[in-house]
């Protein structure tokens, strides 16, 4: 089972980034997908969080209007769109797929927001 992340990267303020996930190893479909993020020395936060379909999902305030994410269940790839990215963006990025009962994790992906 694997599930990991690409597109990480350094960008200035204003940036934008897309990262990917991708699961092989088990059935992606049936589970909820969620990004995360983590500061060293601070709690993970959510990111966001994306349904079965694609057509719930959830922000934060922190990231509304900014960040999008989507899914291909066809590819089992998840996708994470952030613009306007700023210095408190800085962060290790996890993408992780729950259903009850069974989560799988990625390796995390650094992004960096520096001028």
């Known amino acids: 089972v694997n599930f990991v992340e690409s597109g990480g990267g350094s960008v200035r303020p204003g940036g934008n980034l897309t990262l990917a996930c991708k699961a092989s190893?088990?059935?992606?479909?049936?589970?909820?997908i969620y990004w995360s993020r983590q500061v060293s020395g601070k709690e993970r936060e959510l990111v966001c969080a994306?349904?079965?379909?694609?057509?719930?999902?959830y922000f934060p305030e922190s990231v509304k209007g900014r960040f999008t994410v989507s899914r291909d269940n066809m590819k089992n790839t998840t996708y994470l769109q952030m613009n306007n990215l700023q210095f408190e963006d800085t962060a290790v990025y996890y993408c992780?797929?729950?259903?009850?009962?069974?989560?799988?994790w990625g390796q995390g992906i650094q992004v960096t927001v520096s001028s």
């Open positions: 994306i349904g079965v379909l694609g057509g719930r999902t």
């Open positions: 992780s797929a729950k259903k009850p009962g069974r989560e799988y």
């Open positions: 190893g088990f059935t992606f479909e049936p589970y909820d």
